[in-house]
C-alpha cells in the first residue's frame, strides 16, 4: 500500500518569501503524485500532477513540484508567498497507476501554510 | 468550468439516525468516489463506484455504509445508524475515463451528536 508522509503539519513564511512543504512517498510500482489544495470552507483543488515525463511539474497559482525518484520526494515550492496562499496543501499519491480504471488515492495527513504579512 | 456538487454543505443528525450525503459528478464522468476527513486527520478513501457498482472499498466502509446512483446524475453515501465516531467532512469526487485527475466536491460536515 502506498504511504505518503508530509514533513510539518504547519508551515508559516512571510508574504514574498519561498514556500517549500515537502512530501515523500513509499511505492513498488511506478507513482503518480498529487498536490491538493484546500482554502477554507472549500473543497480539494487539484494544484498539480506528476504522471510521466519532465520532472518539473508546474501548476496553478505560481506554484510547482519537482518528483525526485532517488528520494522519493515530490516537494511543493512556490518562490513569493502571496496571502492568498493561506490554505491546506494535501500530498496524495494513487494505489493504482490511472489509466487503469478507477483507483484511490492515499493522502498525506496535510500542511497547514501560513502567509504573515 | 464543470464542478463536482454536493448537498447539504452540513448535517447534523442524533446518533442512530441515517442519514444520506448526496453528490451530483461531473456530467461525463465514470468513476466516482467517497473520502471523509476527520477533523485534525487525513483524508480516507472510502469506496470507489463504476458502472452501478463498487469498484473497491476500505476497511472503514463496512455494512453501515452504501452507496447508490439512483439515476443519472446523482451519487449518494448512507450510513444506516450513525455513530458518534462517523463525524466527519465527507468528499465525493469523479474522474473521466483515463482517471488522471480526481475532481473534489466541497464536502459535507456530519455532526454526529
Known amino acids: 500500500a502506498q504511504s505518503v508522509t508530509q514533513l510539518g503539519s504547519h508551515v508559516s513564511v512571510s508574504e514574498g518569501a519561498l514556500v517549500l512543504l515537502r512530501c515523500n512517498y513509499s511505492?513498488?510500482?511506478?507513482?503518480?503524485l498529487f498536490w491538493y489544495v484546500q482554502y477554507p470552507n472549500q473543497g480539494l483543488q487539484l494544484l498539480l500532477k506528476?504522471?510521466?515525463?519532465?520532472?518539473l511539474v508546474k501548476g496553478i497559482n505560481g506554484f510547482e513540484a519537482e518528483f525526485k525518484k532517488s528520494e522519493t520526494s515530490f516537494h511543493l515550492t512556490k518562490p513569493s508567498a502571496h496571502m492568498s496562499d493561506a490554505a491546506e496543501y494535501f500530498c496524495?499519491?494513487?494505489?493504482?497507476?490511472?489509466?487503469?480504471?478507477?483507483?484511490?488515492?492515499?493522502f498525506g495527513k496535510g500542511t497547514k501554510l501560513s502567509v504573515i504579512p | 468550468e464543470p464542478e463536482v456538487t454536493q448537498t447539504p454543505s452540513h448535517q447534523v443528525t442524533q446518533m442512530g439516525q441515517e442519514v444520506i450525503l448526496r453528490c451530483v459528478p461531473i456530467s461525463n464522468h465514470l468513476y466516482f468516489y467517497w473520502y471523509r476527513q476527520i477533523l485534525g486527520q487525513k483524508v480516507e478513501f472510502l469506496v470507489s463506484f463504476y458502472n452501478n457498482e463498487i469498484s473497491e472499498k476500505s476497511e472503514i466502509f463496512d455494512d453501515q455504509f452504501s452507496v447508490e446512483r439512483p439515476d443519472g446524475s446523482n451519487f449518494t453515501l448512507k450510513i444506516r445508524s450513525t455513530k458518534l465516531e462517523d463525524s466527519a467532512m465527507y468528499f465525493c469526487?469523479?474522474?473521466?475515463?483515463?482517471?488522471?485527475?480526481?475532481?473534489f466536491g466541497p464536502g459535507t460536515r456530519l455532526t454526529v451528536t
Open positions: 511505492s513498488s510500482v511506478p507513482p503518480y
Open positions: 506528476y504522471t510521466t515525463g519532465a520532472t
Open positions: 496524495a499519491a494513487p494505489e493504482a497507476a490511472p489509466g487503469a480504471g478507477s483507483y484511490q488515492l492515499t
Open positions: 469526487a469523479s474522474s473521466d475515463e483515463w482517471g488522471y485527475e480526481q475532481y
